[in-house]
């Protein structure tokens, strides 16, 4: 064990002996192996967003398997998807990859400012499928956001329990929160420390904007001076709201956008100190070849290597 993911397991010393050793080895997986960074392959995206929305732009990707080989390939740390997807290849592809199963799941079916999604799996599953890791998505700033808190936690406790780290989903977002408002900067940082908070190993949050929401937090901003004009700056205020840089925070992919554009993004999350990032649409709409290519940039750049 090198140095680097010594030190980040020891953030974790609360611990039982499978926790760590199910994130040493994602830690330890593809490409990045070693290095302390992540890539991670989501494919949440056909429960959440529908069918066609989600794979007609590549139709190799309504197979579930594809998404296994897409993401041993490219050499990700890590493929997270729901119940179905993973038990659709996880016999197939058993031990190539460490798999992260979607605890629970939102939809587009009905519509309304106020998400909760629904519990779709359990403990026993990730259990059963060999599963490295379980993930949850809670929206801070929900009506509902008792119960999606309230079933994280008993959740995580379980997953805690027999080994399994928590990786979550940290996307606020309610009646009370503009659009611009979801992925403000100062909204983005009270994401990732409530997660931090919660208990989670891994946190997922979106690149934060320059944006401020709260009124009340806008003059903290201004009078401590803190830098949020460029996204490096910006994703280093997210890293230290997480315990300062003392949790994994990785940040989504975010909406379909061209290849520079992906790669700009990326160089600003790792000159900001971000562990890396999950990147579902960006990389899986595309052709396999094409997919292979980027998620292969993206790694250069976290490796140091451009």
Same mark, same amino acid.
């Given at each position: 064990?090198?140095?680097?993911?010594?030190?980040?397991?020891?953030?974790?010393?609360?611990?039982?002996?499978?926790?760590?050793?199910?994130?040493?080895?994602?830690?330890?997986?593809?490409?990045?192996?070693?290095?302390?960074?992540?890539?991670?392959?989501?494919?949440?995206?056909?429960?959440?967003?529908?069918?066609?929305?989600?794979?007609?732009?590549?139709?190799?990707?309504?197979?579930?398997?594809?998404?296994?080989?897409l993401a041993i390939d490219a050499g990700c740390n890590a493929y997270a998807a729901p119940l179905g997807f993973l038990e659709a290849g996880a016999a197939e592809f058993a031990g190539q990859i460490p798999m992260i199963l979607k605890m629970n799941?939102?939809?587009?079916?009905?519509?309304?400012?106020?998400?909760?999604?629904?519990? !779709?799996?359990? /403990?026993? %599953?990730?259990? +059963?499928?060999?599963? @490295?890791?379980? =993930? &949850?998505?809670?929206?801070? *700033?929900?009506?509902?956001?008792?119960?999606?808190?309230?079933?994280?936690?008993?959740?995580?406790?379980?997953?805690?329990?027999?080994?399994?780290?928590?990786?979550?989903?940290?996307?606020?977002?309610?009646?009370?929160?503009?659009?611009?408002?979801?992925?403000?900067?100062?909204?983005?940082?009270?994401?990732?420390?409530?997660?931090?908070?919660?208990?989670?190993?891994?946190?997922?949050?979106?690149?934060?904007?320059?944006?401020?929401?709260?009124?009340?937090?806008?003059?903290?901003?201004?009078?401590?001076?803190?830098?949020?004009?460029?996204?490096?700056?910006?994703?280093?205020?997210?890293?230290?709201?997480?315990?300062?840089?003392?949790?994994?925070?990785?940040?989504?992919?975010?909406?379909?956008?061209? !290849?520079?554009? /992906?790669? %700009?993004?990326? +160089?600003?999350?790792? @000159?900001?100190? =971000? &562990?890396?990032?999950?990147? *579902?649409?960006?990389?899986?709409?595309?052709?396999?070849?094409?997919?292979l290519a980027l998620l292969e940039s993206v790694m250069d750049i976290y490796a140091g290597q451009a």
């Amino acid at each position: 064990m090198n140095e680097r993911i010594r030190e980040i397991l020891s953030w974790y010393s609360s611990d039982n002996p499978g926790v760590l050793s199910n994130l040493y080895r994602m830690l330890m997986s593809g490409r990045l192996a070693g290095t302390g960074k992540l890539v991670i392959l989501p494919v949440d995206q056909g429960m959440e967003h529908g069918p066609a929305r989600s794979f007609a732009k590549n139709a190799a990707g309504y197979d579930p398997r594809y998404h296994f080989e897409l993401a041993i390939d490219a050499g990700c740390n890590a493929y997270a998807a729901p119940l179905g997807f993973l038990e659709a290849g996880a016999a197939e592809f058993a031990g190539q990859i460490p798999m992260i199963l979607k605890m629970n799941n939102n939809d587009s079916l009905l519509k309304g400012t106020d998400p909760i999604p629904s519990m !779709t799996a359990s /403990v026993d %599953d990730a259990l +059963r499928l060999g599963c @490295a890791a379980v =993930g &949850f998505t809670i929206y801070p *700033g929900t009506a509902y956001k008792k119960q999606n808190v309230e079933e994280f936690r008993a959740m995580a406790e379980e997953a805690k329990a027999v080994g399994l780290p928590v990786v979550l989903w940290s996307y606020p977002r309610g009646s009370d929160i503009s659009k611009e408002g979801e992925t403000a900067v100062d909204i983005v940082a009270y994401a990732a420390h409530m997660a931090c908070q919660l208990g989670a190993h891994i946190v997922k949050v979106k690149p934060p904007s320059a944006n401020i929401e709260l009124d009340a937090a806008k003059s903290t901003y201004e009078t401590q001076a803190i830098p949020v004009a460029t996204l490096e700056q910006r994703i280093q205020h997210v890293v230290q709201s997480a315990f300062n840089g003392r949790r994994i925070v990785i940040f989504s992919g975010g909406g379909a956008k061209g !290849t520079d554009a /992906v790669l %700009d993004e990326i +160089r600003g999350i790792h @000159a900001g100190g =971000g &562990f890396g990032s999950i990147i *579902g649409r960006n990389s899986f709409q595309r052709p396999k070849e094409e997919a292979l290519a980027l998620l292969e940039s993206v790694m250069d750049i976290y490796a140091g290597q451009a």
